[in-house]
């Protein structure tokens, strides 16, 4: 049983930009030569969170449109007050939807369905690089 | 230190159906042998969640109508446009809700509370046939 | 590669508490003598919930505010039909944020981001004495 720490960097564009990082993932676990285990993506920041979904380009809107129908940006938050940074709607999106995610794998594949990418959602309200933490557990 | 890597399959109904795994998970526990260690169970598909709840009659009736709530079936998603398929309520549910759960045993037990059961939501349109990953890392 | 099953034992208000618990973690981890993997704090419970968030006292009103506004407390549950225990908002709640979160460390540091800390939520409609399972997985 081996473990990997590795790093994915991005440059994002912020506000609820969702971005594939499937690819990313899996050129990581092929360099780990790793054959059975599993994957933890993790967000090292408040405002991105991680999931799945069928990345397609109708989804690619549906999803931005629910995270502003259930918590809008336009709306007095707290978190504000505190920093004026007018960004507690990300920080709220980002609580609710976590900053972790776990893949298993076998036989060096990741164990996804044929519709099913991994993706990061920025909620930020501008710019930023980010560097996701993938770390790799399992044996050859 | 041992990796296994399990199917779980199930036939569902889609439409929202909760389908309690608890048993199914603790038989493949039990199977393996394993005292101390954690279990992941892993949706690979874009239109099913996983999650932990108390399975109880009035439970497997809030749960449906709080994502029917802010998810409706009948509102328009992009995703429909895309593919004619009328599951874009579905694919964002999923979405939300994760497709990863982690669950920790020591002495072979599962460390849930007494209330508590691991639930597949299928979140489809239609009934599917779903082999869910339940991978395990531990010792004996 | 070692795993170790620890507790983390809080007294909480209940009523969308939110509990940071990052130093609680930490101290864990050092006692573990740990340097690389990953921890899974996991919710033996079904009214609780396990997530990031920055720690300040604006998101501190933001997040409960926004659990109020989706899943409303005073809301008829059907939960509430089979016990009479007026929690149903907390059930779902929890459902819906789920129990277990995965954060992983190296040189025996948690990757968290600077203004990152995890935090439980305690979704019940009254104090509890709660247990959360801490489990470690890594190498020395």
Redesign the interface.
């Known amino acids: 049983?081996e473990?990997l720490?590795k790093i994915l960097s991005l440059s994002t564009k912020g506000n609820c930009q969702i971005i594939d990082i499937t690819q990313g993932v899996e050129t990581l676990l092929a360099d780990t030569k790793l054959q059975?285990?599993?994957i933890?993506v993790?967000?090292?920041?408040?405002t991105g969170g991680i999931?799945?979904?069928?990345v397609?380009?109708?989804?690619m809107?549906?999803?931005p449109e629910?995270f502003e129908?259930?918590?809008p940006e336009n709306q007095n938050?707290?978190?504000?007050?505190?920093?004026q940074d007018y960004n507690?709607h990300s920080?709220?999106r980002?609580?609710?939807?976590?900053?972790?995610?776990?893949?298993?794998f076998?036989k060096g594949q990741l164990?996804?369905?044929t519709?099913?990418q991994i993706?990061f959602i920025d909620f930020d309200n501008r710019p930023r690089d980010r560097k996701l933490?993938v770390?790799f557990?399992?044996?050859i």
């Open positions: 049983m473990i720490t059975e285990g599993n933890t993790f967000v090292p920041g408040a999931t799945t979904t069928e397609e380009p109708g989804l809107q549906d999803i629910f129908k259930i918590i938050y707290k978190h504000n007050d505190t920093w507690g920080h709220v980002a609580t609710l939807l976590g900053p972790s995610l776990i893949v298993p076998i164990l996804l369905g519709w099913q993706i933490i770390q557990i399992g044996k």
